[in-house]
């Protein structure tokens, strides 16, 4: 297993509501990225975090925001609740030199918004 | 942007045989292409990667294949066996050291029959 926890497991929201999700990266790693899967499809890029700061955002709308701490940790931030975000959202850490391409994901958070 | 087109969808093959599972690409400047395995519930695990500087890469009884010119790559599983059932995802990536996001295939749902 990595290195990288994802909290909570499963979380419940109604549509219009806010949620955070919190990852915490492996130890080493500096770079976080964000993707969301739904059902039956791959994983698709949301945004990353490099050092703090967002670097590389998906085709995903503002509500979708994010922060990287001093730690590498992260959150995701989603506003406004929709039916259609739905998914198991996954973060992946990886870290520099000639390893760093390499990305190992957390377990996910299931999020379930009716 | 970057599209990664992943076939078969669906993969039935019978323990000890082989299986091979082929990804295409459209961004020529992708360098990175990691193989990620899920099984049910959990989260992707990655079991190979290949650099673009390398045409094949092997680790026991998997490998994978890169062809820059025509753009496809490939997993190579051999003696299959009922544990390596899952959803086999391929993706891409414009890496440099920890940055740059994946982008993935719909994914090979893979059954080995004992």
């Known amino acids: 297993e990595t290195g990288v926890t994802q909290s909570p497991t499963h979380l419940i929201k109604t549509r219009g509501q806010q949620v955070t999700l919190r990852c915490s990266s492996q130890?080493?790693?500096?770079?976080v990225s964000w993707y969301q899967q739904a059902l039956g499809q791959g994983p698709q890029f949301i945004f990353q975090y490099y050092r703090e700061e967002e670097n590389g955002r998906g085709n995903f709308p503002p509500r979708f925001s994010g922060l990287q701490f001093p730690n590498y940790s992260s959150e995701l931030n989603v506003n406004a609740l929709e039916l259609d975000d739905s998914a198991l959202y996954l973060c992946?850490?990886?870290?520099?030199?000639?390893?760093?391409?390499?990305?190992?994901f957390g377990p996910g958070t299931r999020l379930t918004v009716t | 942007g970057e599209n990664v087109e992943q076939h078969p969808s669906t993969l039935s093959v019978q323990e000890g045989d082989s299986a091979v599972i082929k990804c295409t690409y459209s961004d020529s400047a992708s360098n990175y292409f990691p193989w990620y395995k899920q099984e049910l519930g959990k989260r992707p695990q990655l079991i190979i990667d290949i650099r673009s500087n390398v045409g094949e890469k092997k680790d026991q009884r998997i490998a994978v294949t890169l062809n820059k010119t025509a753009k496809h790559f490939s997993l190579h599983i051999t003696e299959t066996q009922p544990e390596d059932s899952a959803v086999y995802f391929c993706?891409?990536?414009?890496?440099?050291?920890?940055?740059?996001?994946?982008?993935f295939g719909k994914g090979t749902k893979l059954s080995v029959k004992p």
């Open positions: 130890s080493g790693h500096n770079t």
């Open positions: 993706a891409a990536s414009i890496r440099e050291g920890s940055q740059g996001n994946l982008i």
């Open positions: 992946a850490s990886s870290g520099a030199g000639t390893s760093g391409a390499e990305q190992y």
